[in-house]
T-cell receptor
Framework: DGGITQSPKYLFRKEGQNVTLSCEQN?????MYWYRQDPGQGLRLIYY???????QKGDIAEGYSVSREKKESFPLTVTSAQKNPTAFYLC?????????FGPGTRLTVL | AQKITQTQPGMFVQEKEAVTLDCTYD???????LFWYKQPSSGEMIFLIY??????QNATEGRYSLNFQKARKSANLVISASQLGDSAMYFC??????????????FGKGITLSVRP
């Protein structure tokens, strides 16, 4: 079945460590996105990519990095520069008027 | 300026009744799209319905319909015949097409809906 996968579902890291969140899609969508959600809040855009080998900063890109080497994959690295990384991270992809989300990764930094 | 506004406090509805979730938006782009998503406690974001700014008719998808009032810049979601499984957070979002067909979505802060048996 076509869809978006994110792994792992839950992730724990020690403060000061970089961590990479995986996002893969087999929907043949051109654009992919990373959002952050804090408890009781809406989604805020971290980075997005409209085409392979190109990406743009969203509203809260500081402390994060991404790559887009393949159409299917858009990994997000949460670096030690991110001041408050504990959150729920959602990956999405889109083509024209559709934007679909993965199941999310809940990151807890101890 | 806030582009998507969802100001209702937590909403409650009796099972089998209809409920309207409010959303207002702000844009100077004549071409835009409006989305509604449902987020249950599991965290996944489920796409519900889409309305394009030039669509002549209000969008409908099963029990979901979008009450689109362009002049008032509102895009309220109507859920008919509420079910217990409708209890979730609901987010309104907008895409400004001038920024590109695959441009980012801007989300509101969401509304919590609780369906009472």
């Amino acid at each position: 079945d076509g869809g978006i996968t994110q792994s792992p579902k839950y992730l724990f890291r020690k403060e000061g460590q970089n961590v990479t969140l995986s996002c893969e899609q087999n929907l043949n969508h051109d654009a992919m996105y990373w959002y952050r959600q804090d408890p009781g809040q809406g989604l805020r855009l971290i980075y997005y990519s409209q085409i392979v080998n190109d990406f743009q900063k969203g509203d809260i890109a500081e402390g994060y990095s991404v790559s887009r080497e393949k159409k299917e994959s858009f990994p997000l690295t949460v670096t030690s520069a991110q001041k408050n990384p504990t959150a729920f991270y959602l990956c999405a992809s889109s083509k024209r008027n559709e934007q679909f989300f993965g199941p999310g990764t809940r990151l807890t930094v101890l | 300026a806030q582009k998507i506004t969802q100001t209702q406090p937590g909403m409650f509805v009796q099972e089998k009744e209809a409920v309207t979730l409010d959303c207002t938006y702000d844009t100077s782009d004549p071409s835009y799209g409006l989305f509604w998503y449902k987020q249950p406690s599991s965290g996944e974001m489920i796409f519900l319905i889409y309305q394009g700014s030039y669509d002549q008719q209000n969008a409908t998808e099963g029990r979901y319909s979008l009450n689109f009032q362009k002049a008032r810049k509102s895009a309220n979601l109507v859920i008919s015949a509420s079910q217990l499984g409708d209890s979730a957070m609901y987010f309104c979002a907008m895409r400004e097409i001038a920024a590109g067909a695959n441009s980012k979505l801007t989300f509101g802060k969401g509304i919590t809906l609780s369906v009472r048996p």
